[in-house]
């Protein structure tokens, strides 16, 4: 018999991971076990933050993990790290299955050299991101979190830093950094308000960039002629810092930037510099190069920046948003003996 270890996060709701249970018609044997026994939120966050920042081998294994995955064909996981040393324990293990697009909590080189998959879930954060971006620009370019914060300190006014430039999204531009699932979906509820989409997007042929109505540009472009840029491209190490003291000084003065996607995207002090100095109208941000943000951090003091605790990807239903997807590939693993999202191919 088979065997598929379900590592159960805190986040999960009760008897959520237990679907999986479907392999067992397979000949699995399925075993849902916590990462961290008894776990608290304030656990969880420090684990998750942790291994997002540092890698799996920064979060020591469950030992009860240690030992079930021994003789586990699969491991599934959502938002709990795969250190090197579990793997190491997995002699049989044939592919790591992470219910998120990022694959931060698993060592994939190790999973290479060893023909282990990593299976992950794209677009399953293109649902709640997208919308979270829609909400970011909105409440950035209309005062409304800041209006809602004036009010909370009882102070009824509608002057803020950014007041001369608080516009209308038709007929003005937004510039879109990526056009993968969230950077699409973005596009369509800004084509839905009548703005202007532009794209940057090196990896797509431009013929697919204006069928869907939207006008590829050049990232130099982009941010000369965007009124609101949105940052949607992965961490790596080619596009870090791709937005940096070069970008913002080919801004627009009234220019709002984005960034829902990874903080490290983004020179964060040139970032600093262009909001004090006035050079770019505002920001919204929901990642930073350190979570939580530290009393004292140059953001705290600035009232021109909009800041959300790293929340865009969550939603009360996140989780069945990745389970269909996921289950569908592996009902085609199991079926077919292939798997759809390979990871490391």
Known sequence: MKKAVILKDYMHQEGQMEKFSFLEKYGYKTVVLPFIENCTEDQFMETFLLFETKGPDAVASNPKLLEEVQDADLLITQLSP???????????????????????NVDLDFCSKRGIKVINVPGRLAVPVSEYTVGMIISE?????????????????????????SFNLKNHNVGLVGYGNIGRRVAKAMQSMEANVLVYEPYLPEEDIRAEGCRPVSLDRLCRESDVISVHFRLTDQTRGMIGKEQFQQMKKGAFLINTARAGLIDEQA????????????AALDVFYEEPLQKGHPFMTLDNVTLTAHIAGLSCDAFDLAYEIVSKDIYRYLETGTWTAVVNQ
Do not use: C, M
Not at 82 to 88: D, Q, R
Not at 89 to 103: N, T, Y
Not at 271 to 281: E, N, T
């Open 141 to 165: 370019t209309k005062n409304i979190a800041r209006s809602h914060e004036s009010i909370r300190r009882g102070n009824w006014t509608n002057k803020y830093p950014n007041q001369d430039f």
């Open 271 to 282: 970032l600093i510099d262009a909001l004090k100095s006035g050079s770019i109208a505002g």
């Open 82 to 104: 795969v250190s090197t040393e579990t793997l190491k324990k997995a002699k049989k293990l044939e592919a790591v299955i992470i219910l998120r697009s990022g694959v931060e």
